[in-house]
């Protein structure tokens, strides 16, 4: 099997073109040299994938004969990846989060529409008629006279 194919069967990337897209930009590699996307994929092969900047080892158990559902990949690939890999995507992702505490700078979209929102219920909820909340205030206005 071709290893964009491969890689778009066994789920590491969305679309087959993807993979192919990825082929080219020198990011995967089968025993250390770099493939294109026409390289036939083996059992016991070892692949090096780059993506979000860790860099994956997997080994080829079994070849599947098309794109199989998430609960089988166990059954054709085994991740041979480097703790230190997963800790350094650990790493990253909690210094994404320290970039910026929830509530300071500028409102984010999903911050503006829950906002938004707030608002529109708040105000439902406190003045349903606008009439009594306006007729009020000209009663007593005109009492003062």
């Known amino acids: 099997m071709r290893i964009d194919k491969f890689l778009w069967s ?4 969305k679309t087959r073109s993807i993979a192919a897209d990825e082929i080219k930009k020198n990011r995967v590699s089968i025993g250390g040299s770099v493939v294109k996307s026409s390289k036939e994929v083996k059992e016991g092969d ?9 860099d994956y080892k997997i080994k080829v158990i079994q070849i599947p004969k098309s794109r199989i559902g998430a609960k089988l990949v166990p059954l054709h690939i085994k991740d041979v990846t480097d703790k230190e890999q997963y ?3 650990k790493l990253r992702k909690m210094s994404q989060d320290y970039y910026r505490i929830k509530g300071e700078g500028r409102p984010t979209k999903k911050d503006r529409r829950d906002m938004d929102e707030y608002v529109e219920n708040d105000i439902a909820s406190d003045f349903t008629d ?3 909340f306006f007729g009020e205030n000209d009663e007593t206005d005109g009492e003062e006279d």
Not at 10 to 13: A, G, M, S, T
Not at 46 to 54: D, S, T
């Open 10 to 13: 066994i789920r590491f990337y």
């Open 46 to 54: 070892v692949i090096k994938i780059r993506k979000n900047q860790i």
């Open 87 to 89: 800790e350094l995507l």
């Open 130 to 132: 606008w009439d009594d």
